[in-house]
């Protein structure tokens, strides 16, 4: 069976658009597991009040990163988290970001101030 140039060319292209699709399947296994490490240190960090160490994460590329460390000061809801929740609500570029910032924010907010008008 003689190979001609076209066909060469065909089985050259599929082998490397195949090289290609393993080479993204791997890449997203590893930034998968590697967010999955990730989201397990912002719940460690959560359940310790590592306030500072969840800001941290507020600048992470990955919007479900910034998310989960919005819900992680979310989770400690005192007055300390609500300065870098506001700026996440005002600045961040993924709109579901800022609207759980804003509702943490919110909700922290009137748990502050319902004292004050029971008294």
């Not at 076209?6 to 490397?16: C, L």
């Not at 759980?100 to 008008?117: E, F, K, Y």
Request: glycine share 8%; proline share 2%.
């Amino acid at each position: 069976m003689t190979t001609t140039v076209k066909d060469a060319k065909r089985d050259y292209k599929s082998s490397v658009k195949g090289a290609v699709e393993s080479a993204e399947r791997v890449a997203a296994e590893r930034e998968s597991k590697k967010g999955v490490e990730i989201i397990s240190d912002i719940n460690q960090r959560a359940y310790s009040g590592d306030i500072e160490g969840l800001v941290t994460f507020l600048a992470h590329r990955d919007w479900r990163i910034r998310t989960a460390a919005v819900l992680g000061l979310g989770q400690i809801g005192d007055a300390r988290v609500l300065k870098p929740l506001v700026g996440v609500w005002k600045d961040d570029e993924d709109e579901w970001v800022r609207d759980q910032a804003r509702d943490i924010s919110r909700a922290i907010w009137h748990r502050m101030i319902r004292p004050l008008g029971q008294q």
